[in-house]
Nanobody, 116 residues
């Protein structure tokens, strides 16, 4: 079973930047896409960004223009560069892997807190 491990979260001041990482425990031959989702207290989980096995990216509306998703196929990892962070970006950020047959796997999440 593939495990996902997120890292890079933390406390950052408004206007700051963070880079999140998500590493898979093994090579993923049947991946459809990997992505980042976030969930703030009292809110539903929402898409931040995803990247398909073919490299096609998709961004959610809330952070579009301020985040960039990338991947390192050799390292079985994806990254999320987040800039111009504001307090509304405070959430737990989760990594998700979607397989070709429709099943998925989630990481444990990493907390991002934007506060002065």
């Amino acid at each position: 079973q593939v495990h996902l491990t997120e890292s890079g979260g933390g406390l950052v001041q408004p206007g700051g930047s963070l880079r999140l990482s998500c590493a898979a425990s093994q090579t993923i031959p049947h991946m459809l896409l990997m992505g980042w989702y976030r969930q703030a207290p009292g809110k539903e989980r929402e898409l931040v960004a995803s990247i398909s096995s073919g490299g096609v990216t998709n961004y959610g509306a809330s952070a579009k223009g301020r985040v960039t998703i990338s991947r390192d196929t050799a390292e079985n990892a994806i990254y999320l560069q987040m800039d111009s962070l504001n307090p509304e970006d405070t959430a737990v950020y989760y990594c998700k892997l979607l397989f070709l047959l429709g099943s998925d796997t989630w990481g444990q999440g990493t907390q991002v807190t934007v506060s002065s």
